[in-house]
């Protein structure tokens, strides 16, 4: 079993940066796959970045590359994901989630079922 735990949400302007956090725990969590969802209002959850337990393979959804940076610090057992030029359609609920999968398979191919999720934490990008 796997535990997930969101942090680093906020308020920010258009243009700006937030760096979220996720914090695994779990006997067994530094061999899962580590991806970050979102989820705006009327929309279906989409893929935004994951990243392997090794930290050698990452994916990152066509509409964040250039601008999301996902790391994995294995000291702490945290995953980040560095958000730049931040804009207002970024606005949304960012979820992770931890999986045994490939990093495409669990990031690029919905509709995500069966991982484990922490609880989110609201983007608001806004002027």
């Known amino acids: 079993q796997v535990q997930l735990v969101e942090s680093g949400g906020g308020l920010v302007q258009p243009g700006g940066s937030l760096r979220l956090s996720c914090a695994a725990s779990?006997?067994?969590?530094?061999?899962?796959?580590i991806g970050w969802f979102r989820q705006a209002p009327g929309k279906e959850r989409e893929g935004v970045s994951c990243i392997s337990p090794t930290e050698g393979t990452t994916y990152y959804a066509d509409f964040v590359k250039g601008r999301f940076t996902i790391s994995r610090d294995s000291a702490k057992n945290t995953v980040y994901l560095e958000m730049s030029t931040l804009k207002p359609e970024d606005t949304a609920v960012y979820y992770c989630?931890?999986?045994?999968?490939?990093?495409?398979?669990?990031?690029?191919?919905?509709?995500?079922?069966?991982?484990?999720w922490g609880q989110g934490t609201q983007v608001t990008v806004s002027s």
């Open positions: 989630a931890a999986d045994l999968a490939t990093v495409r398979a669990m990031c690029a191919f919905p509709p995500y079922d069966n991982y484990y």
């Open positions: 779990g006997s067994s969590s530094q061999y899962y796959t």
